[in-house]
Structure formats: C-alpha cells, structure tokens
C-alpha cells in the first residue's frame, strides 16, 4: 500500500536504511573481530607449542624427557579440551610424553593429505577430543638431536574459550549498535519532523483558506518553499478577480437587461388581451431564462474555488422564513443534524436551489413540508471524490408523481400542471446548478405519500 504522508515516506525509508547498515556494520565487524580473534587463539597455541618444544629434549638412553610448564591450570586438569602431546617419529622408538589433562586418552589426527603443513611447517586443524570438547590443534615436527631423532608435538585448546569470547562481543556489540541505532532513529526522527515543518504550517495555512479563516497563506517560510507559498496567494488573488469581475459582469448584464425586459412587460399590459398576453407570458419565459444562464455563467466562473462556503442553519433558516410568510397558511419544518454543517456553494446558490425546490413543494403539498439536512452516508462517494456531502431532503404531503411524471417534471420547460403559475424552468435550473457543483437532484415518491426532493450538495470541511 502506498505511503500518501511525505514524513511517513522520508520516515519509513531514512529507518530501512539506518536498520540495514546496523545490520551490515554489525555482521561485518562480528565477522573481522571472528577472524582476529582465530588469528589470536593460533598465535596463542603456537606460542604454547614452541614453549612444549624448548621444554622437551632426548636423554642419554634415547628417550623422550622433559616437563613442560606453560603456566596454566588448564593442561593439568582433566578434559578441559588443552592438551599438549610429544610423539616420536620415524625409527625413534620411545613413549610418548602426554599432558595430564589428556591422560591415557588419545587425541584424534587429521591427515595430512586433508589439512597439509605450511611453509613454516606447521598446521592447525579442528577436531573432537575423546571427552566431546571441540579443540583447536597446531602442530610442527622437529629433529631433536644431531642423531637425528625426530618427535610430532601438538597441541591443541578448547575452541568454547574461543566461541564464548566471540558470543560476548557480539552480544556487546549488538546492545551497543541498538542503543546507538534507536538513539539515531529518534534524532533522525526529530530533525525529519523539523524539517518538514514548514510544510504541516503550509498544510495548516491551506485548511484556514479552505474553511474560511484565512485568505492567504501568512506566515513565515523557508527560502525553499516561499516561493511555493508566493503561487498559491497569487492564484488565490487572481482566481478572486476572475469570481469578482464574472459578478460584476453578471450584475451588468443583468441591469442592462432589466429595464428592457421591464417596458416590455408594461407596453404589454396596455395592449389588447391576446397580443398583450402573449407578449407578457414571453417577457416573462425570457426573464427567466435570461436569469437563469446569468446564474450559471456566475457558477461556472467560481466554481472550484475554495471560498465558496455557506453555513447552512442560518442559510436555510431564512428562506424557511421567507416561505412561511409568503403560504401562511402552509407549516414548513426545518431538522438540521448536526446543526453546524457549511455547504461548499455561494449562498446565492443555495438559496435559489433549496427555495425553488420549497416553492414546488409549497404549491402542491396540502399543509405540510419538511427540509432535512444531514451528512451523506454514502462512503464510496466520498471516498471517489475526494471530499465530504451533505443531504438536503424536502418532502411534502401533496399528491407525489409517478416515475413518468418525475422524468417530464425534470425536463426544461416542461409543466404538468398548466393550472399553476410558473414557466417549468425551475427544476431545470435546480438540476443545472447542483451540476455546476458536481452534485446530484433526485425526485421520488414518498411511502407515506407526496414527494421528496433530494439534493446531494458538497460540504466544506
């Protein structure tokens, strides 16, 4: 799964790193301290070994004689695994002579063909002693007297001294590099936290513009990410010109066409019935449609931005308002859980959409209609794209329509009832500015009867 946080990342991999060349420096200086501690245990048992030569010497009667005293306990005491042995070669027929530490006991040989001598004539070799001790072994031959008389000596120490030494470095290396290593980890970790902090305060100074508390990214940055910090405030002032200046057009176009379509509508009411209200009933149909791509060429230019933000109690609580005085004798009812919840829209917007939808509702429902807002549920959409939705649910307990009737109703222009005052562009108009906001308008029957509008609306965080 990939990593999405960049401290994690920068985290994740300077700790690989510092972990893999613990490891490597630990094995390899184990390993250098493995050699020179083998190379330490044949310098000791060759130094033992010549210390046996000098010792030993042929009497008079041809016999192997000497003791010699390495100055250790360990060749005195039995199986403890350090022997040395003196044995006589060729046609030099003597008892050997034998550590007491051996006693009777024999030491096995590696061939020579196995473990040859080397230019200094001398080899070590590895092997079991009779009592299951894993012995070192150096060995040399030596001519003893100007007669020629030659003897084998060996001697050999107990490899557990050896291992044992190894195993406590190795401990004492692994608890020191851990202690070493876990300090690392946390300093590497402190100064990677202080590092990118510029960032979590660039992150910080993003969420205040997004919820409103801010408009700019203040603060002081390092030198690396100023000029990071310097394109976001300059998109964000120049995407406040282009929202500032499409209302402004907007609010031009629209008083420019105001005061035509208004003579329009009073030359009409002095003319004859069917001329004049012909004339009335189009001025009326353009009005709307005039006011209705003003709206959308408004939503268009801000869409995206991250200021767009309502606070929906107060919004909504207002054109409840609004609606109770113009149908006094309809009762309207608004729920909002929680009661903090910010639509990411214009409040323009908001209250175009949820009042055309609470005007529909109030011109066919009997005495009732009820406005509920809450946070969508719907996971897969958020999660699809990238951000949070509220629900907007208004139901009355008119008549309701059936799914054909809700297909037409949908439809620009388009009116079931002729009977009702309106040009059938208001569900349009709804459906084309929820769009613009990449949410979503849908009608339905209600179990209970009536009919619920449902608005999916984008929530600012």
Do not use: C
């Amino acid at each position: 799964m990939a990593i999405r946080s960049l401290t994690a990342r920068v985290l994740a991999v300077s700790t690989v790193w510092a972990v893999v060349a613990l490891v490597v420096i630990g094995v390899v200086i184990s390993a250098l301290y493995r050699q020179g501690s083998e190379r330490g245990f044949q310098d000791l048992l060759r130094a033992q070994l010549y210390n046996v030569i000098n010792s030993i010497s042929v009497d008079e009667k041809a016999a192997l004689t000497g003791s010699p005293q390495l100055g250790d306990l360990r060749f005195s005491q039995p199986q403890t695994g350090w022997y040395w042995i003196v044995e006589p070669i060729g046609e030099f027929d003597t008892p050997p002579l034998l550590s007491t530490s051996l006693g009777s006991a024999k030491l096995p040989i590696v061939s020579v063909d196995e473990v040859p001598f080397d230019i200094r004539y001398e080899r070590f070799y590895t092997t079991e002693d009779p009592f299951g001790n894993e012995v070192e072994v150096a060995e040399t031959e030596v001519v003893l007297d100007i007669q020629g008389h030659t003897a084998r000596f060996r001697i050999a120490g107990n490899r557990d001294v050896l291992e044992a030494d190894i195993d406590r470095f190795t401990r004492n290396l692994t608890i020191a590099l851990s202690i070493f290593g876990l300090g690392g980890l946390g300093v590497n970790a402190l100064t990677i936290l202080f590092g990118l902090r510029p960032l979590d305060q660039v992150r910080r100074s993003l969420e205040k513009i997004r919820t409103g508390q801010s408009e700019r990214l203040d603060g002081a940055f390092p030198r690396e990410i100023q000029p990071l910090a310097n394109e976001v405030n300059a998109l964000i002032d120049s995407n406040r010109r282009i929202v500032e200046r499409a209302r402004m057009q907007v609010g031009n176009l629209a008083h420019s066409l105001k005061t035509p379509i208004a003579v329009l509508l009073n030359e009409a009411r002095v003319l004859e019935v069917p001329h004049g209200e012909l004339i009335r009933t189009q001025a009326d149909a353009m009005q709307t449609q005039v006011q209705s791509y003003l709206s959308r060429a408004r939503i268009a230019a801000q869409r995206g931005s991250i200021l767009a933000r309502t606070e929906a109690q107060p919004a909504l609580e207002r054109i409840v308002r609004v609606m109770r005085r113009l149908n006094p004798e309809m009762q309207f009812s608004l729920s909002i859980n929680p009661p903090g919840l910010v639509l990411a829209m214009e409040q323009q917007d908001v209250e175009e959409t949820v009042g055309n939808l609470l005007e529909n509702a109030a011109r066919y429902a009997r005495d009732h209609v009820v406005l509920s807002v809450e946070p969508a549920i719907d996971q897969a959409r958020s999660k699809e794209s990238g951000r949070e939705w509220i629900v907007l649910r208004i139901d009355d307990d008119g008549p309701g329509l059936d799914p054909d009737q809700i297909a037409l109703a949908m439809k620009r222009g388009k009116r079931l009832d002729e009977s009702k005052p309106g040009t059938g562009l208001g569900l349009s108009i709804v459906s084309e500015i929820v769009g613009e906001y990449q949410g979503t308008v849908e009608l339905s029957r209600r179990e209970e009867g009536g009919l619920r509008a449902k608005l999916v609306l984008p929530a600012a965080v």
